[in-house]
T-cell receptor, first 112, second 113 residues
Framework: GQQLNQSPQSMFIQEGEDVSMNCTSS?????WLWYKQEPGEGPVLLIA?????ELTSNGRLTAQFGITRKDSFLNISASIPSDVGIYFC????????????FGTGTRLQVFP | NAGVTQTPKFQVLKTGQSMTLQCAQD?????MYWYRQDPGMGLRLIYY???????DKGEVPNGYNVSRLNKREFSLRLESAAPSQTSVYFC????????????FGDGTRLSIL
């Protein structure tokens, strides 16, 4: 089936650093969603993107819908310890927009 | 505002036992979903319900059944549990299908011995 590839798989950074991660697909997507999952909890929606080229921020987080519509990017500026978690991209795989598929996640560790 | 509530939070079963995982949402959403999460594999869709009265298979439906009891509740049943079904199960809901962001519960951690 279709897959979303996320990179990097994991990141170990120091508090205050900026973080960049991305998600790519072999197919064109019309929606990109970014979720964060903390230990013992379910994924929480961070940002939703609906248009190619769209750039949306949520606090220190900024996500972009790639121009090719086959990728999306998430940046976190000035990381803090509570940014720790797994970040997932997700989107409805064409032509079926009824369901979401998820990437395998980027695990972020922040050291003080 | 509770959002999506799953019960139980933890469960241990023996192979062959049956169990129903419960999910309820209070956001007046039409669509509901069941996923399983395994290490290194992300979230995989088991079944979903576009609206009350309808259910459809997702990516990994074998060994599971679902019931959309009413608009609020969507249950997942394991008729004869197998060790391969050891996983974390998440329920989610969205206003409608079609590009709508999904809101997740906190999961049920299920171990089958």
């Amino acid at each position: 089936g279709q897959q979303l590839n996320q990179s990097p798989q994991s990141m170990f950074i120091q508090e205050g650093e900026d973080v960049s991660m991305n998600c790519t697909s072999s197919s064109i997507f019309n929606t990109w969603l970014w979720y964060k999952q903390e230990p013992g909890e379910g994924p929480v929606l961070l940002i939703a993107l609906y248009k190619a080229g769209e750039l949306t921020s949520n606090g220190r987080l900024t996500a972009q819908f790639g121009i090719t519509r086959k990728d999306s990017f998430l940046n976190i500026s000035a990381s803090i310890p509570s940014d720790v978690g797994i970040y997932f991209c997700a989107g409805p795989p064409p032509p079926n927009t009824d369901k979401l598929i998820f990437g395998t996640g980027t695990r972020l560790q922040v050291f003080p | 505002n509770a959002g999506v509530t799953q019960t139980p939070k933890f469960q241990v079963l023996k192979t062959g036992q049956s169990m129903t995982l419960q999910c309820a949402q209070d956001m007046n959403h039409n669509s509901m979903y069941w996923y399983r999460q395994d290490p290194g594999m992300g979230l995989r869709l088991i079944y979903y319900s576009a609206s009350e009265g309808t259910t459809d298979k997702g990516e990994v439906p074998n060994g599971y059944n679902v019931s959309r009891l009413n608009k609020r509740e969507f249950s997942l049943r394991l008729e004869s549990a197998a060790p391969s079904q050891t996983s974390v199960y998440f329920c989610a809901s969205s206003l409608h299908l079609s590009n709508q962001p999904q809101h997740f519960g906190d999961g049920t951690r299920l171990s089958i011995l």
